[in-house]
């Protein structure tokens, strides 16, 4: 019986990819340092997969940034800005594509589907030269077979590639992406032809749109491309690769009568009604590879329901054409479970991180084939029973508390303007207030002292003064920039969402089980296995401190409870919603304990709603539903005066605009400036927004630092759609990846900005 790995993490155990970015970035290594690391990397997944029996192993899903922008680099789809004059792309012009250079800014990024993980989306139009500008593909293939190993080149599909597109620059909004496949299957081909004479003999493509809400014209485009690349592949085995999903009954038919098709995989975790589907229409002779080992979480398998599911198929499709696969791409889970040494026996009995996940991926193809290993099967048996019946997971009373959240839908009882009337008359802010996101830069030495202090090196007294050293360099670096609304920095916190899951009860954290976001950003997410609670306040200390150190405004700041739940490892034994009303009543308790201290302005960030949006649209009213009453929950109790921000992070907000509004905050600050202002038209189409809001001035991702006169036309833009008095001024986002060196300037060309504009709306 076979087996398939869709796709693996590719940041290393112990993030070497990361490290090694990071230092050619910084000038401190070479580009042959960087490919040494990288190819130590591939080897090591390779042989790893080999050794656990895997006969269909992907390559070509490392990547020193992301698949998507490897895609365009791979059909050159490079655009004007960055002066590439053809040839093969090499790191210069790929890395200013991902992250910007001193004089252009960086390619959009967005969510990849409902992940946390970010992809570089292609700017197209009908101008574009498509031409054959990256050989990576056909190099790693060959890398591989060098090395004994055979594998099945990884592609994102030619149409779901034009689908995550948009429009260059310039170019109509209304412009039909999909009128360009024409343009870029001719170097599909050429890839296809390169692969064929080096020996490859399968090929897959991932097609992951089709299991999202398409239109009939968007469908047809799959068969007219496969129908294209049919003779093209001939002689390989062509295998298109669907995932994070049901497979919607009209895509299913389109994909399992594509021409020149020879298997598909489906997402059999996330896609219980897909099952129905194969085992009424399936087509003969055909391979099935079936997702069953979760690649979006870190849950060990349930092997004995897993291997009956594959039995029920198997006599669909026979013994000769069903392969073992995992749900998605494992590069949405952390690593491997060998480098958490001090996770619990029991805990890490429930688990398996992405090596774990192949060698259980193996251990159902053998059972199928008659060699089942019974001890194996039995120690996981033990596993998920231990599981089932071990009292840390379970808490009445938080179960009877979230219970009892139903019978409302918890809003304060003032309106939004009302409330805006109190506020200002307690915070006497001027028009166009200037702030940031949360926190600042994470120097090495701030690192170094949570480290010593976590690792008992220094004692609580002298991490306080540490900490409270930086709080004051971090406020009077805000004071003497002039911004309106402080914060403290968050110096003690080392991720927005562990920082919480830490001092909450029924969460467990790893040591390296880091997750990659975006490029080289890594997210180390924690665990839920039980009833969440708070044993004791979790921010006051800290926030009190900040705020009696200057008399501005000091926002407390909190992750809200959706961002907590979309962040994190989410226990899989009851619905999701569930575990998010116990958060939310966590948060709620910090929030009312940080306006008994006194502090006047609470921001909540939900940086992660967006993303937890289902990819079907019938789906959307019951996540925003609950996910929006959950935010609700954790400021209802506040009186008026005291000012509840939100924060939400690269997505396309566009469609859920009104639930957004619906989340009844006083102030929410956006991203914008990446996404070429796409927010604004929100506005300019007539939505009424009548809280505070402050729509992203500058991109905090790339380290470009913007002038005065850009960001003073970015805020135009967006007088031009919103009231002068709701507006406010901020970056995208958070400034801890950042330099000093880079935040300073930026930021005191934010605040130039926002006086000059003040200064002209007062004449």
Known sequence: MASHIVGYPRMGPKRELKFALESFWDGKSKAEDLQTVAADLRSSIWKQMAAAGIKYIPSNTFSYYDQVLDTTTMIGAVPPRYNWNGGEIGFDTYFSMARGNASVPAMEMTKWFDTNYHYIVPELGPEVKFTYASHKAVNEYKEAKALGVDTVPVFVGPVSYLLLSKPAKGVEKTFDLLSLLDKILPIYKEVIAELKEAGATWIQFDEATLVKDLEAHQLQAFTKAYADLESACSGLNVLVATYFADIPADAFKTLTTLPGVAGYTFDLVR?????????TSFPSGKYLFAGVVDGRNIWANDLAASLKVLESLEAIVGKDKLVVSTSSSLQHTAVDLVNETKLDDEIKSWLAFAAQKVVEVGALAKALAGQKDEAFFAANAAALASRKCSPRVTNEAVQKAAAALRGSDHRRATNVSARLDAQQKKLNLP?????????????IELRRVRREYKAKKISEEEYIKAIKEEIFKVVQLQEELDIDVLVHGEPERNDMVEYFGEQLSGFAFTANGWVQSYGSRCVKPPIIYGDVSRPKAMTVFWS??????????????????????????????????????QIALAIKDEVEDLEKAGITVIQIDEAALREGLPLRKAEHAFYLDWAVHSFRITNVGVQDTTQIHTHMCYSNFNDIIHSIINMDADVITIENSRSDEKLLSVFREGVKYGAGIGPGVYDIHSPRIPSTEEIHDRINKMLAVLETNILWVNPDCGLKTRKYAEVKPALENMVAAAKKLRAALAK
């Open 271 to 279: 896609g219980e009604q897909t099952l129905d589907l194969i085992k």
């Open 431 to 443: 028009i166009l207030p200037t702030t940031t996101i949360g926190s600042f830069p994470q120097t």
């Open 544 to 581: 009190t401190m900040a705020q009696e150190m200057t008399k501005r405004p000091m926002k407390g700041m909190l992750t809200g409870p959706v961002t907590i739940l979309n962040w994190s490892f989410v226990r899989n034994d009851q619905p999701r919603f569930e575990t998010c009303y």
